[in-house]
């Protein structure tokens, strides 16, 4: 198109219909070819989101019932001065943790010293006032549906750093000079590609109670009495580890998930290294050789190359690992469904099956609408969180 | 792409510790640690697929007894399971489904693709980042509406008049949600875009408009990309089973996955004959798996990389 202008400007007007024709032209290529994929997306991807607050408004139980604004977030969330308590406290423990590290910025060491103090009292401060919202939240609300955002986060740390650090040592092992790479990289991702369902059902007969599972005669190696893994409700604490975590009084989030709920964690760190190793093969690939050489001549030794030249430069990598892996632990569903049973007594119930099961099994669709938009609402909160927080150290080279 | 591609695949393996020279016939220390890692990585990768297979084979007192491998393989657990399960019938549906999902998946990925690639239209990148955004929206919040609109309670849905209005139990509720994503799009238009304009005016010269250009040019171009948003595709479609179990309640267009979970419901102690399930199910993604090995985990790690 830019060619006409070339042309003699004493017909001005026949240049301009052209352009006109061609853009038009242009344009409505351009709607058409995108059509389908837009009709699909705006009515299984856009409609959804919208559809699902409108129905999140109503009593809802499989048919539609009488408007009744926002009393499902209430049931669900219980006492609404616990959960601005609850969100102001998590703001201001970000604030606290901006003020520790720009503490870091001051030239004044006195002045150092007492943000750091401020901040330190911050962050106490604000950990008393979230549990105080959680608690005030808990009396109120919906016990089950509270529960299960504890367990998803147990869930999460229980897999996404150890997930991420296992890949890192897989694929830092893989790149050195390694016969049969591509052989270990094949059979690292093979978890990863295989139906989760399937795999989850491996993983039954493994962490099955019975003596002889799979799992037994592992901890049997370690002169362990068998256990009851999938179906064990009691706290790993208690079940693995020996301590009596009820006795200690402890509360509910210090004593840690149950031991099923880590049963599912092995099975999720299982499932997700063969990928990260995959990623941080790639990522490791894309660091110049100069650098190491550089490195090596200035006389560093293997851990300060890894420290100082791998691990900065692979900071975008596990970055966006970790994000793709929190965020996924958050909308984990498929082996959690399959790996649950009624012994484990819920504690295996992550927000995602519980919403399931209030849509699916209790039918009350406006109120498990309700529960996926507060879930939508707490992913969009920390991805935000962790763009803020985490994405300030990766380095972009 | 090309480039791309080539560029990774030498940089992928190239070990950064060239000056280090190791003794060829001597493994030091070093490397027989690493090697340890590396294979008792693997163990634990294969394991849970060893003990499948071993178990699968086994006769019911066997898998109560608990060996490691069974006396005699018992082949026939799997015909068992293939036909006291339906998984004849559910092989079939998954088939059909994850074929269809595909080819309406390439359909609509690619043309939208090439349009936000290489057409200047009035909004483009709005509509675009907006697509791209839905990537980021858990399946939580889209199965509740989605279910109330294929069973037609939202909008009217074409069909089968024996269907009345409802897409639940029907092929159409499996595929159609799934025949495009912004994740395909995305994925094929870094690659379109990267085409020099030079095909793009040749091909003008000659009188091609932009659908011609497409098939004749653009695509026997980009077997790559097309490629890794097949495989993906694949094993979402295969694998697929939140929402399955959602809109089938009768076997009819029941896929494997949902087959295989109620089979685990029903089963009950038959170990041997849900491991030889499991078997069936896994079968063709092993298969393309080992048949595009390279091609897979090269584009999980670019698409990784860039995504």
Not at chain 1, 120 to 141: H, L, P, T, Y
């Given at each position: 198109?830019?060619?006409?202008?070339?042309?003699?400007?004493?017909?001005?007007?026949?240049?301009?219909?052209?352009?006109?024709?061609?853009?038009?032209?242009?344009?409505?290529?351009?709607?058409?070819?995108?059509?389908?994929?837009?009709?699909?997306?705006?009515?299984?991807?856009?409609?959804?989101?919208?559809?699902?607050?409108?129905?999140?408004?109503?009593?809802?139980?499989?048919?539609?019932?009488?408007?009744?604004?926002?009393?499902?977030?209430?049931?669900?969330?219980?006492?609404?001065?616990?959960?601005?308590?609850?969100?102001?406290?998590?703001?201001?423990?970000?604030?606290?943790?901006?003020?520790?590290?720009?503490?870091?910025?001051?030239?004044?060491?006195?002045?150092?010293?007492?943000?750091?103090?401020?901040?330190?009292?911050?962050?106490?401060?604000?950990?008393?006032?979230?549990?105080?919202?959680?608690?005030?939240?808990?009396?109120?609300?919906?016990?089950?549906?509270?529960?299960?955002?504890?367990?998803?986060?147990?869930?999460?740390?229980?897999?996404v750093p150890?997930e991420i650090a296992?890949g890192l040592?897989?694929?830092?092992?893989?790149?050195?000079?390694?016969?049969?790479?591509?052989?270990?990289?094949?059979?690292?991702?093979?978890?990863?590609?295989?139906?989760?369902?399937?795999?989850?059902?491996?993983?039954?007969?493994?962490?099955?109670?019975?003596?002889?599972?799979?799992?037994?005669?592992?901890?049997?190696?370690?002169?362990?009495?068998?256990?009851?893994?999938?179906?064990?409700?009691?706290?790993?604490?208690?079940?693995?580890?020996?301590?009596?975590?009820?006795?200690?009084?402890?509360?509910?989030?210090?004593?840690?998930?149950?031991?099923?709920?880590?049963?599912?964690?092995?099975?999720?760190?299982?499932?997700?290294?063969?990928?990260n190793?995959?990623i941080f093969?790639a990522g490791?690939?894309?660091?110049?050789?100069?650098?190491?050489?550089?490195?090596?001549?200035?006389?560093?030794?293997?851990?300060?190359?890894?420290?100082?030249?791998t691990l900065p430069l692979l900071s975008p990598v596990t970055f966006y690992l970790a994000l793709i892996a929190f965020i996924g632990?958050?909308?984990?569903?498929?082996?959690?469904?399959?790996?649950?049973?009624?012994?484990?007594?819920?504690?295996?119930?992550?927000?995602?099956?519980?919403?399931?099961?209030?849509?699916?099994?209790?039918?009350?669709?406006?109120?498990?609408?309700?529960?996926?938009?507060?879930?939508?609402?707490?992913?969009?909160?920390l991805t935000y969180v962790q763009n803020k927080v985490f994405g300030k150290k990766v380095f972009y080279g | 792409?090309?480039?791309?591609?080539?560029?990774?695949?030498?940089?992928?393996?190239?070990?950064?510790?060239?000056?280090?020279?190791?003794?060829?016939?001597?493994?030091?220390?070093?490397?027989?640690?690493?090697?340890?890692?590396?294979?008792?990585?693997?163990?634990?990768?294969?394991?849970?697929?060893?003990?499948?297979?071993?178990?699968?084979?086994?006769?019911?007192?066997?898998?109560?007894?608990?060996?490691?491998?069974?006396?005699?393989?018992?082949?026939?657990?799997?015909?068992?399971?293939?036909?006291?399960?339906?998984?004849?019938?559910?092989?079939?549906?998954?088939?059909?489904?994850?074929?269809?999902?595909?080819?309406?998946?390439?359909?609509?990925?690619?043309?939208?693709?090439?349009?936000?690639?290489?057409?200047?239209?009035?909004?483009?990148?709005?509509?675009?980042?907006?697509?791209?955004?839905?990537?980021?929206?858990?399946?939580?919040?889209?199965?509740?509406?989605?279910?109330?609109?294929?069973?037609?309670?939202?909008?009217?849905?074409?069909?089968?008049?024996?269907?009345?209005?409802?897409?639940?139990?029907?092929?159409?509720?499996?595929?159609?949600?799934?025949?495009?994503?912004?994740?395909?799009?995305?994925?094929?238009?870094?690659?379109?875009?990267?085409?020099?304009?030079?095909?793009?005016?040749?091909?003008?010269?000659?009188?091609?408009?932009?659908?011609?250009?497409?098939?004749?040019?653009?695509?026997?171009?980009?077997?790559?990309?097309?490629?890794?948003?097949?495989?993906?595709?694949?094993?979402?479609?295969?694998?697929?089973?939140?929402?399955?179990?959602?809109?089938?309640?009768?076997?009819?267009?029941?896929?494997?996955?949902?087959?295989?979970?109620?089979?685990?419901?029903?089963?009950?102690?038959?170990?041997?004959?849900?491991?030889?399930?499991?078997?069936?199910?896994?079968?063709?993604?092993?298969?393309?798996?080992?048949?595009?090995?390279?091609?897979?985990?090269?584009?999980?790690?670019?698409?990784g990389i860039k995504g």
């Amino acid at each position: 198109m830019t060619e006409t202008t070339l042309y003699s400007p004493n017909a001005p007007q026949k240049k301009k219909f052209r352009v006109r024709w061609l853009d038009i032209k242009e344009n409505l290529t351009g709607y058409t070819f995108v059509l389908p994929a837009f009709i699909i997306i705006s009515m299984f991807g856009f409609f959804p989101i919208g559809y699902a607050f409108f129905m999140s408004l109503y009593n809802w139980r499989v048919r539609k019932g009488p408007f009744i604004g926002f009393d499902n977030y209430t049931k669900a969330l219980g006492d609404w001065s616990g959960v601005v308590l609850f969100i102001a406290g998590f703001i201001f423990l970000i604030v606290a943790y901006w003020l520790w590290t720009s503490a870091f910025n001051s030239k004044n060491s006195n002045l150092h010293l007492a943000t750091r103090l401020f901040a330190a009292i911050m962050m106490i401060g604000c950990f008393i006032v979230i549990s105080k919202g959680w608690g005030s939240m808990q009396e109120a609300g919906d016990k089950n549906f509270l529960a299960s955002l504890p367990i998803t986060l147990f869930y999460s740390i229980g897999t996404v750093p150890a997930e991420i650090a296992l890949g890192l040592v897989l694929a830092y092992v893989l790149f050195q000079r390694i016969n049969g790479k591509e052989f270990f990289r094949m059979i690292y991702f093979l978890p990863y590609i295989t139906p989760a369902v399937a795999t989850a059902v491996i993983f039954r007969t493994i962490f099955s109670p019975r003596e002889n599972s799979l799992a037994n005669q592992l901890v049997g190696l370690l002169g362990k009495e068998p256990m009851k893994w999938l179906f064990e409700p009691k706290p790993f604490t208690t079940a693995f580890l020996g301590i009596n975590a009820e006795q200690l009084n402890l509360p509910e989030l210090l004593i840690g998930p149950s031991m099923a709920l880590v049963s599912i964690c092995f099975f999720g760190v299982w499932t997700y290294v063969g990928y990260n190793t995959v990623i941080f093969l790639a990522g490791l690939g894309s660091i110049s050789h100069e650098l190491y050489e550089a490195g090596e001549i200035d006389g560093a030794s293997k851990w300060q190359l890894f420290r100082h030249i791998t691990l900065p430069l692979l900071s975008p990598v596990t970055f966006y690992l970790a994000l793709i892996a929190f965020i996924g632990t958050f909308k984990a569903f498929n082996h959690l469904y399959v790996l649950r049973v009624p012994s484990a007594q819920g504690t295996v119930d992550v927000t995602s099956i519980y919403i399931f099961d209030t849509f699916y099994k209790a039918n009350q669709y406006g109120y498990a609408a309700a529960q996926a938009i507060i879930l939508f609402f707490i992913i969009l909160f920390l991805t935000y969180v962790q763009n803020k927080v985490f994405g300030k150290k990766v380095f972009y080279g | 792409m090309d480039n791309i591609n080539s560029t990774m695949n030498d940089n992928t393996f190239k070990a950064p510790f060239k000056s280090r020279t190791f003794s060829h016939n001597r493994l030091n220390i070093t490397q027989i640690i690493l090697y340890l890692i590396l294979i008792s990585g693997a163990i634990v990768a294969v394991i849970p697929f060893f003990w499948m297979i071993s178990t699968s084979l086994m006769t019911l007192g066997e898998t109560i007894n608990r060996q490691w491998l069974p006396k005699i393989p018992q082949f026939s657990n799997y015909i068992e399971a293939w036909t006291e399960a339906k998984f004849d019938r559910y092989f079939m549906n998954s088939v059909v489904i994850t074929l269809t999902t595909i080819v309406g998946l390439l359909f609509t990925s690619i043309l939208a693709a090439y349009s936000f690639a290489r057409i200047k239209f009035f909004g483009r990148d709005i509509i675009f980042a907006l697509l791209v955004a839905t990537m980021m929206i858990p399946e939580s919040v889209t199965m509740i509406p989605n279910f109330l609109m294929v069973r037609g309670n939202i909008i009217p849905l074409p069909g089968l008049p024996e269907w009345k209005g409802s897409w639940l139990n029907q092929l159409p509720a499996l595929t159609v949600p799934f025949m495009a994503n912004a994740f395909s799009i995305f994925l094929l238009r870094q690659f379109f875009i990267k085409i020099p304009d030079e095909y793009w005016d040749a091909a003008r010269l000659d009188g091609a408009g932009h659908l011609r250009f497409l098939v004749q040019i653009v695509l026997p171009m980009s077997k790559a990309p097309l490629m890794t948003v097949l495989i993906f595709a694949f094993i979402g479609s295969w694998n697929a089973f939140l929402w399955p179990l959602l809109v089938t309640t009768k076997p009819t267009w029941r896929p494997l996955m949902v087959g295989l979970y109620t089979f685990v419901t029903e089963a009950g102690p038959e170990t041997q004959l849900l491991m030889a399930g499991a078997v069936i199910t896994l079968i063709p993604i092993l298969i393309l798996y080992f048949l595009t090995q390279k091609q897979f985990t090269e584009g999980i790690a670019t698409t990784g990389i860039k995504g």
